[in-house]
């Protein structure tokens, strides 16, 4: 049975890893704003208060639509008031920077690109943060985790019925895995590659609309700087202050977006001031 791509956790064992994320397929044009790429809206979409429930943020903000690099802060809620936890990270993004993904938002009208598979860039918006996965046995966090096997593939192929979920190719048949570029044991395809050691899940088009991306993930990153397909890549002790830190009985969501748009979007969202340190 194909699992869902989001819901999850891993151990902390193996660290000193990398991860550079989510699609690898050549770029294709961003879909407009009005296209229907740009209206299929996603089934768990909160609308215009997609923080409502949440009691914790994992906000990323980025200087613009383009940039590739990021910070990383943490809230956690007090009644109506947010209060930061501990200090702004450096995070690395897409390699083409940020697009509007599928997520707990509307789709805002405005600017900004509409994500789309194979576009190199990090979906913005507010996204659930379902869980975790890694290669280890266990997780070292209150998070769900699903500990990776060899056979276990998040399939990017946008014509296939499992697109955008992780699925086991001894239970699905190799065919079923044939032309994704998403091993979820990076380490046993690719000689001994860590990068999927830790990381969270994104709950980015959980429709699994074909085309509108797949696979995005929070990891930990090889070097700081280093941009990855689309997702939102870290050091390896932000990773595991951000997974000691989250607790799935609070509700904990991703905000990423432009500091335009978070500015913008902040009241009628009621998002935290964030501080920018660049």
């Known amino acids: 049975m194909p699992r869902l791509f989001l819901h999850t956790l891993f151990p902390v064992a193996a660290l000193g890893l990398l ?6 397929q ?8 009005g296209s229907p790429e740009a209206a299929a809206a996603p089934a768990s979409a909160v609308g215009r ?7 914790q943020l994992v906000v990323v903000t980025a200087s613009g639509w383009d940039a590739t690099e990021g910070e990383l802060q943490r809230f956690e809620r007090d009644g109506m008031s947010w209060h930061r936890i501990g200090v702004p990270e450096a995070v690395s993004l ?3 920077g940020l697009a509007w993904g599928q997520g707990r938002h509307a789709m805002p009208q405005g600017d900004g690109p509409i994500k789309r598979e194979g576009d190199g860039r990090s979906p913005a918006g507010v996204f ?20 990776m096997d060899a056979s276990d593939w998040c399939i990017d192929v946008d014509t296939s019925p499992f697109y955008n979920r992780i699925i086991d190719a001894r239970q699905e048949g190799e065919a079923a895995v044939a032309g994704s570029s998403e091993p979820m044991r990076l380490d ?9 050691a830790l990381g969270l899940k994104v709950a980015h088009n959980p429709a699994n609309v074909p085309g509108l991306g797949s696979c995005i993930f929070m990891h930990l990153w090889r070097r700081p700087g280093e941009t990855t397909a ?8 932000t990773m595991l202050t951000l997974l000691s830190w ?11 977006l432009p500091e335009a748009e978070y500015a913008r979007l902040r009241s009628a969202w009621n998002l935290p001031a964030v501080q920018v340190s660049r």
């Open 188 to 196: 046993l395809h690719n000689a001994g590659d860590d990068r999927y």
């Open 19 to 24: 991860l550079t994320a989510c699609t690898a």
């Open 128 to 147: 659930d943060l379902p869980g975790a996965f890694g290669y280890g046995p266990t997780g070292h966090s209150l998070m769900p985790y699903e500990a």
């Open 246 to 256: 989250l607790d799935p009985q609070r509700h904990p969501v991703l905000v990423l």
């Open 230 to 237: 689309g997702c939102t890549a870290m050091s390896d002790s």
């Open 49 to 55: 208060y997609p923080v409502a429930n949440a009691g």
């Open 94 to 96: 897409g390699r083409s």
């Open 26 to 33: 050549p770029p294709r044009p961003a879909a407009a704003a």
